[in-house]
């Protein structure tokens, strides 16, 4: 089928001039998705210098300091061109350094050698997917001017080739990487993350849903885990996904951090290419173009009242004839035609653009756009950009990046290759090109390594979660979504090392994912209850020392400061059966009259009479059983 | 192995086996964009001598190497282009580990014909290990009318943090200053703010790998280039565009040497310095070495070599009349160094017995201050 012709039968305008979409068929628009997994791994130094890859408050840094970046050429003598893009302004970019940081995340220090426990990590993932590793691995430097590295680059190296999904797809590639400084804000960065080993997994672009998506990047996320060595929690893993539709072009999308979120990505970004399509098939159709010409402006709008223009020191005129009303377009939630322009002008700082789709608003008056476009010459079907900046330099950049970017709305492929971010809820805002090979540069400060059969083979593939579900279902007889919540839950190790003890599965996991869970609920600081002191509290349970009862008070006492044993002796003093028997007895005598009113029905509200006394030191079970036997003995001596 | 580098642009290292030759590599990376001169801007000389400032992969290696020339510089660093127009030499592409008196004698020349021909000021590229040694010797050996600035990179020019680009820039600026003295223009802190003018002679490299890694010692800098304005400022320190008149002084004595001295030293290591005509010891605190050590030194010096003392301190000067140890030195003919940096005595020494054959005219002159490399006054502390 003639793909034009597919267009035109899909999508339709709304009254209000946005697309709408029918329910897609993925298949029909020829959706390809591949992802790229980032995981932190959980190792105790970071990738390239011994500092710990622990996370600080921006509040605790220790000093600051400032640089400039600049594009480098490759080794073979080019400039990539996302690193092009991001020079279009000088950026002077801000760092924190830490207490926990060095001389080499400054920039101020070639890197150590690689970090052999990340290098095993990645070398054991590549095992468990079947990967094959490669024989000597070398460092590279991957071109990054964004600020968010020290030195402009992210180290990165490729450490194993082609590995299989379990959906029959294919994982091309597993590099080890340096984590990214985190952003404070705006340009100042934060070097506590910067260095931390990631791992990066690339699929091939088998995917063909935006089910299948978020499937694969759940399956790659359970293996990731599996090792026991990964960092938990927001910000741990990112996805980038990499999307393109039939006649659209491949677009990276960078950042997405919810798996919830991914296939609402991939929806939104087919929608996009969809819709970007279609306003190239009105703008042909409108024999639309692209203006020549620069129109100064300036003085249009020297008593206007949008502070906006007001304050731009230069204003210039792009006319787009035929433009009209596609500018304005929605191409997904929230973005529009005019968004992506506005992004582009972006690069070269200035703070966005004004259209006459959108106007008048911002204070700009119909008096004012109806003298623009007279002033340019602009027809009832042309649209008109409006760039306005602090210099001429900067709105001249501008001015030619919205340009280009209209120029290819107009083109044989009027969906850019781009790098794209996330935005809340699944939309996407452009940042920069693809980047291309270009950007590759050899770590000339690290030597490459060797990896041998001997190396290789003496990788131990661990367990995956999956398999250790199934085989706490089946040896310890949890429930099905008991065991398979244990198996991915983040206390994984600590449940092992319980149920090795001799604690009772049932006991261990209900402690470890219901009760911690719900004590933390009601305000207890649980990180402060450490592994040894769970694990005292079960074992006392275990021999009956303590009633499973109290445990969440315990628990809630040790959050609260308390040792585990001053814990256990206040809330849980340790009552003999004796004892416990004389207590009972006790109860039910002094309250015989209330025996005889509710017969056997008085064992319930007795229970917790009982309980009361003896402060959860005793199992529930023994106590209902002896104050059973006591009511009836009552009961039978009254008769 | 082999280096394969994918369509990704990964390298990744393959049996060689594995491998066949298509074609051989191109022998370098193709040049970028010459950059355009713009006539009314002053002239300046870069003589280029290797180091990070201009450095890339060597292949062959696998390590960073210098074989950039000077017109690579000015593709690097662009922005050079609006500070001044070029004369480019490439001298050498050495790291300057591998420097030698006889380079900085060949140095000192291109330089005096550079100035000779009329330029406004002197940019030498220079890798950093052994710049301030370079700089001292241009400062005996020349007499400078003009800005003769030494500069370097501490992160390698291939990486888009380097240095070489604010360095590059500062060390132009104050080319044309109205600086008039051999200098070492460098990041003076780690931020990419104010570049340090050093007086050739009392600066030393004291960081390993950081940008802010040369410092003047025992007297304040001689000047600052702020890198956003270009804006140069010069103390009344500094000896001033015009102040000397041009002149070549290129004999060097190479037969010199400088050792540190450390607790337990053999004085058998002192004999491997027999025939040489002058050796700087580098002793301990005031200027001092063991007792042990003292009886050799006087046979060198009674055969003819001059011996002077400097301190590992750095900062501060020799004295040899405080105790018996260094009374016992100043017996046995050794020259104090006053507050002399170390090498900076070492090229000095070079200098003076290659220019007088007359041992106490020689002693003499090592205790006279020539460009600014001996303080009568201790003026600063640490």
């Known amino acids: 089928m003639d793909c034009n012709e597919s267009r035109s039968t899909v999508l339709s305008i709304s009254s209000d001039g946005n697309l709408v979409l029918p329910k897609t068929n993925y298949n029909d628009v020829g959706l390809v998705a591949g992802i790229e997994i980032h995981q932190q791994l959980d190792t105790k130094e970071k990738l390239f210098c011994h500092c710990p890859t622990t996370l600080l408050d921006n509040a605790d840094h220790t000093g600051e300091f400032f640089r400039y970046l600049r594009a480098t050429e490759s080794e073979m003598g080019q400039i990539d061109r996302a690193a092009q893009e991001e020079m279009k302004r000088v950026r002077k970019f801000q760092y924190y350094t830490y207490k926990s940081t060095c001389l080499v995340e400054n920039d101020e220090e070639p890197p150590a050698p690689l970090n052999e426990e990340a290098l095993g990590l990645g070398l054991t993932i590549a095992k468990l997917i079947g990967m094959t590793p490669i024989p000597q691995i070398h460092v590279m430097r991957k071109l990054v001017i964004d600020g968010s590295n020290t030195s402009g680059f992210q180290r990165t190296a490729l450490v194993a080739i082609n590995g299989a999904l379990p959906n029959g797809g294919n994982i091309e590639t597993i590099c080890i990487e340096e984590e990214a400084a985190q952003r404070v804000k705006d340009d100042i960065f934060s070097l506590d993350r910067l260095g931390i080993p990631l791992v990066e997994i690339t699929t091939s672009p088998c995917m063909h849903t935006p089910e299948d998506v978020q499937q694969v990047a759940e399956y790659i996320g359970m293996v990731l885990r599996s090792t026991g060595k990964v960092k938990r929690g927001l910000g741990t893993i990112r996805q980038d996904v990499n999307i393109s539709i039939r006649d659209g072009a491949r677009v990276e999308i960078k950042g997405v951090q919810e798996l919830d979120l991914i296939a609402e990505v991939v929806r939104r970004e087919v929608q996009r290419q969809q819709s970007l399509l279609a306003i190239h098939e009105e703008l042909i159709k409108r024999h639309a173009g692209v203006g020549t010409e620069q129109t100064d402006v300036t003085d249009l709008f020297k008593e206007t009242k949008s502070t906006v223009l007001k304050k731009a020191k230069k204003i210039l005129a792009l006319v787009l004839p035929g433009f009209a009303g596609l500018v304005g377009r929605e191409i997904q939630p929230g973005r529009r035609l005019g968004t992506e322009m506005s992004d582009y002008a972006k690069k070269c700082g200035v703070g966005g653009i004004f259209h006459t789709d959108e106007l008048p608003a911002y204070g700009v008056t119909s008096e004012e756009v109806a003298r623009l476009r007279e002033f340019v010459h602009a027809g009832e079907q042309d649209a008109v950009i409006l760039v306005s900046g602090a210099s001429l330099k900067q709105v001249d950049c501008a001015w030619h990046q919205v340009a280009g970017r209209a120029k290819v709305a107009l083109s044989a492929n009027p969906v850019p290759e781009e790098t794209r971010k996330m935005l809340e809820e699944g939309s996407t805002a452009y940042m920069r090109p693809l980047p291309g090979a270009e950007r590759m540069y050899p770590e000339t400060d690290v030597l490459p390594v060797r990896i041998d059969n001997a190396r290789w083979n003496a990788v131990v593939v661990p367990e995956l979660l999956t398999v250790r579900a199934g085989r706490f279902e089946k040896d310890l007889g949890l429930d099905p979504a008991i065991a398979r919540q244990m198996a991915f839950s983040e206390r994984l190790p600590l449940f092992e090392q319980a149920i090795a003890g001799g604690i009772k599965a049932n006991l261990a996991s209900r402690t470890l994912l219901a009760t911690i869970k719900e004590i933390r609920r009601d305000g207890a600081d649980t990180d402060k209850i450490s592994d040894d002191a769970v694990l005292a509290v079960l074992h006392a349970v275990g021999k009956g020392t303590v009633a499973k009862e109290a445990i969440p008070e315990i628990l809630v006492a040790v959050a609260g400061g308390s040792t585990v044993e001053a814990a256990m002796a206040q809330l849980a003093p340790t009552v003999s059966r004796d004892e416990l028997e004389a207590v009972i007895k006790k109860i039910v005598t002094d309250r015989a009259e209330f025996v005889v009113q509710k017969q056997k029905g008085a064992l319930g509200p007795l229970m917790g009479v009982v309980m009361q006394e003896v402060r959860g030191s005793v199992d529930g079970k023994l106590v209902s059983e002896l104050l059973r036997k006591e009511i009836e003995k009552v009961l039978a001596a009254k008769k | ?382």
């Open chain 2, 1 to 382: 192995m082999a280096v394969v580098k994918l369509s990704s642009g990964y390298n990744i290292g393959v049996e060689k086996a594995c491998c066949t030759l298509v074609s051989p590599a191109p022998a370098s990376a193709p040049h970028g964009v010459p950059v355009r001169q713009d006539p009314d801007l002053p002239e300046l000389a870069i003589i280029s001598t290797g180091g990070t400032i201009a450095s890339r992969i060597d292949y062959r290696t696998g390590a960073v190497t210098s074989q950039f020339d000077a017109d690579d510089i000015l593709t690097a660093i662009p922005a050079l282009a609006e500070i001044g127009r070029y004369r480019t030499k490439v001298l050498y592409t050495i790291l300057s580990e591998n420097m030698t008196p006889a380079i900085w004698q060949e140095l000192a020349k291109a330089v005096y014909d550079e100035i000779k021909h009329g330029v406004a000021g002197v940019m030498v590229t220079h890798g950093t290990d052994t710049m301030a040694y370079s700089a001292a010797a241009l400062s005996f050996m020349l007499d400078t009318p003009v800005p003769v600035v030494f500069v370097g990179s501490q992160r390698s020019a291939d990486r888009p943090s380097s240095d070489n680009a604010m360095n590059g820039v500062c060390a132009a600026s104050a080319a044309k200053s109205e600086l008039g003295e051999v200098a070492i223009v460098m990041h003076a802190t780690t931020n990419d703010d104010v570049c340090a003018i050093h007086r050739g002679t009392r600066v030393r490299k004291m960081h390993t790998s950081r940008r802010d890694a040369f410092r003047s010692i025992g007297i304040p800098l001689v000047g600052t280039v702020d890198y956003s304005t270009r804006a140069v400022t010069l103390t009344d320190e500094a000896v001033r565009r015009g102040t000397r008149k041009l002149a070549l002084h290129d004999k060097l004595e190479p037969h010199c040497a400088l050792i540190q001295f450390y607790p337990g030293m053999s004085p058998d290591l002192l004999k491997a310095y027999e025939e040489y005509a002058g050796l700087v010891l580098s002793g301990t605190g005031l200027g001092h070495v063991s007792t042990a050590l003292i009886p050799q030194i006087k046979k060198l010096i009674a055969d003819g070599t001059q011996v002077v003392m400097t301190s590992q301190c750095m900062n501060g000067r020799v004295c040899d009349r405080v105790y018996d140890t260094g009374r016992d030195l100043l017996a046995a003919g050794v020259i104090e160094g006053g507050d002399m940096l170390p090498e900076v005595a070492l090229v000095k020494q070079m200098w003076v017995l290659g220019n007088e054959r007359d041992p106490k005219k020689a002693a003499a002159l090592m205790g006279t201050d020539l460009k600014g490399e001996c303080m009568r006054r201790s003026a600063h502390g640490l």
